[in-house]
């Protein structure tokens, strides 16, 4: 990614009615010269009329630019300075041996007051409450109407009480009550789903298709993005957010990462292939938030977000051990209100387990469909390799009731706002 021009953005500004009266949409697009952005369009369509406008550029979160070369300050802060951190031991029964191994593109957990819902080998949903008891196991694996064959990733919608389930295989969306009885269905090419707001949903489309030597992939035409209706999967827009780049056929499993990503107001659009990272709001309104304008010198880096609270927002270097320049994975947070980026302290593989207790390496495997908090399993086996290495001793007195055939214990990391400056 060449940083010719990176700091050159042009603006475009377009003012949109949507079906809701009186709600104006506001879309804004940060071009970045560069092979990463190919903006394609910046007309958006919707059943109603299109009106033109004169806006501010940005309404809402500043955003601001991300160069790995920077030398930034360094912060020690710890997860326990940013987050409530609980541990929960999934209880076993016949019904519940669960491995509890991430998608790697996060979003597989479901936390509310008194509920976690989690999927599980992408056949399975387990409903537990939040003390680790298990309630419920939603499994409709089938080739029949009402079944789904593979679950791509899930939403659950706790207004309306039902569960989305996005089929890659057939390429539908399957929706269910919460007891896993079937409702509706409608066609949808989706590779991500994530619920936007109490109505709509927001699509993530991955158009790729192989090149005849089998070697590459290459962008097909249609939306990157789009949002849907909840009720029957018709469409309400498609954003003007388009990508052009080839990948290595392997890329897609070995950097398996979500591209949509919960925030408090809405959600990130973070892709490898997009040097800008947007946020779309519940409101449909558009902003830019973080401009990579890092040279990787390799296509499979990017600056990735994962947690996000009213004053920090937590990024770190998404990137691949298989592909050269090899790129050091590291953790940084920005301080919205100091408007500055801190560099985490690297940490030693010495005490790697003591770190996982207490370090803030939120990965986007770790991120949940709710937006403040990250969840991360901790595989019973890990927990005894560790020995007296864990730093948490809430967690050491679980260890002692636990046996290596017991289900994984969750981490659950609730991230709240902190008065504090991170030196």
Request: proline fraction near 4%; include cysteine; charged fraction near 25%.
């Amino acid at each position: 990614m060449s940083n010719i021009h990176k700091t050159t953005h042009q603006i475009w500004t377009e003012g949109i009615k949507t079906l809701l009266p009186f709600i104006t949409i506001i879309i804004l697009l940060v071009g970045c010269s560069g092979k990463k952005t190919t903006p394609v369009s910046t007309t958006t369509k919707t059943e109603s009329s299109q009106v033109e406008t004169e806006q501010p550029w940005y309404d809402g979160e500043k955003p601001f630019i991300f160069d790995e070369k920077e030398n930034y300050p360094e912060t020690k802060i710890k997860l326990s300075d940013l987050a409530e951190v609980s541990y929960i031991p999934l209880k076993m029964n016949d019904s519940t041996i669960l491995k509890v191994k991430s998608s790697w593109r996060g979003n597989d957990f479901f936390v509310t007051s008194d509920r976690i819902y989690l999927q599980e080998i992408h056949r399975e949903l387990y409903i537990f409450k939040k003390d680790g008891t298990f309630l419920n196991k939603i499994n409709r694996e089938g080739e029949g109407p009402e079944d789904y064959i593979n679950i791509g990733n899930y939403i659950v919608d706790t207004l309306y009480k039902e569960i989305f389930i996005q089929d890659w295989v057939r390429r539908r969306t399957q929706v269910y009550d919460l007891e896993g009885n079937f409702k509706r269905t409608f066609l949808n090419f989706a590779f991500e789903i994530v619920e936007l707001n109490d109505s709509l949903l927001l699509n993530f489309f991955q158009h790729f298709q192989s090149t005849p030597n089998g070697s590459e992939y290459s962008v097909t035409q249609g939306p990157q993005y789009s949002v849907t209706r909840k009720k029957d999967g018709s469409t309400v827009f498609d954003l003007p957010i388009h990508f052009n780049v080839k990948l290595p056929d392997e890329a897609f499993s070995m950097l398996a990462y979500g591209s949509l990503i919960k925030t408090p107001q809405g959600v990130f659009l973070s892709n490898l292939q997009n040097d800008t990272i947007f946020e779309i709001k519940r409101d449909l309104s558009i902003s830019p938030r973080i401009i990579d304008i890092s040279d990787y010198g390799t296509t499979f880096a990017q600056a990735h977000p994962t947690i996000e609270t009213k004053r920090y927002l937590m990024f770190n270097i998404l990137r691949s051990y298989r592909y050269k320049p090899e790129i050091k994975q590291r953790f940084y947070i920005y301080d919205k209100k100091e408007k500055q980026i801190y560099k985490m302290t690297d940490f030693s593989d010495k005490i790697y387990w003591a770190l996982l207790d207490n370090y803030p390496q939120i990965q986007n495997w770790d991120t949940t469909q709710s937006p403040y908090i990250a969840v991360r399993p901790r595989q019973v086996r890990d927990l005894f390799m560790a020995g007296d290495e864990h730093g948490d001793d809430k967690l050491k007195e679980i260890i002692k009731h636990l046996n290596e055939k017991d289900n994984p214990v969750l981490q659950v990391m609730t991230f709240h706002d902190v008065e504090q400056v991170l030196k």
